[in-house]
């Protein structure tokens, strides 16, 4: 078991809609974050939230709004998303930013279809 | 900026064959170093982790990493695939730096393991 839940598995949306992303870790991590996996490409991080503030911002586009309301939870929220929005979201927790504290535990991930 | 190159992007071999997947990155400065796995239709988890120490380290599955500092390179060995090794593995690289740790994903291997 993961440890790091993810709702919805699936996301199909269209391009006007305003849908949103739940993550939650079980772990007592401190730190949460927000990749894309898209195929044939390297994940990429889009934020870093570390005891509920964001400490990096990927230069993502605004169209992406994360929110970190504590420890345990992160969402994103799309809207006007594009068609190239389409893809794996990833998030994952670690105890911390520093060191042996950063080993990072995934969830499962939300399969994002943007049509 | 760091980055991290993952020569092989497809690997095919036997059971019981010996494996190797090259991982390289550039950052010039301390780096702790990990490798990820994604198995079929599972989250992606940590296989193995480097920090400090012994520069060969061993994780689960019978998997094992050697750092090579000089080859700026972390390259992950098994002696002996299984079939159930079939996945996908990341390598990532964390840069220390003073303005902020920064964990780079390679862009995978996939593995297939053939009976």
């Known amino acids: 078991e993961t440890g790091v839940t993810q709702t919805p598995r699936h996301l199909v949306m269209g391009m006007t809609n305003k849908k949103s992303l739940k993550c939650e870790q079980h772990?007592?991590?401190?730190?949460m974050y927000w990749y894309k996996q898209s195929a044939k490409k390297p994940l990429e991080l889009m934020f870093v939230y570390n005891f509920k503030e964001q400490t990096e911002n990927n230069s993502v586009p605004s169209r992406f709004s994360p929110e970190c309301p504590n420890s345990s939870h992160l969402f994103l929220h799309l809207h006007t998303l594009q068609p190239e929005d389409s893809a794996l979201y990833l998030c994952?927790?670690?105890?911390?930013?520093?060191?042996?504290?950063?080993?990072?535990?995934f969830g499962p991930g939300t399969r994002l279809t943007v049509t | 900026a760091q980055s991290v190159s993952q020569h092989n992007h497809h690997v095919i071999l036997s059971e019981a064959a010996s494996l190797e997947l090259g991982c390289n990155y550039s950052?010039?400065?301390?780096?702790?170093l990990f490798w990820y796995v994604q198995y079929p239709g599972q989250h992606l988890q940590l296989l193995l982790k480097?920090?400090?120490?012994?520069?060969l380290v061993k994780g689960i599955k019978g998997f094992e990493a050697e750092f090579i500092k000089s080859k700026f390179s972390f390259n992950l060995r098994k002696p002996s695939v299984q079939w159930s090794d079939t996945a996908e593995y990341f390598c990532a690289p964390l840069a220390l730096t003073g303005g902020g740790n920064k964990l780079t994903f390679g862009t995978g291997t996939q593995l297939k393991v053939e009976l």
């Open positions: 994952a927790s670690s105890q911390g930013l520093a060191g042996t504290s950063y080993e990072q535990y």
């Open positions: 772990l007592g991590h401190n730190a």
């Open positions: 480097y920090f400090s120490g012994d520069p």
């Open positions: 950052y010039g400065g301390t780096v702790n």
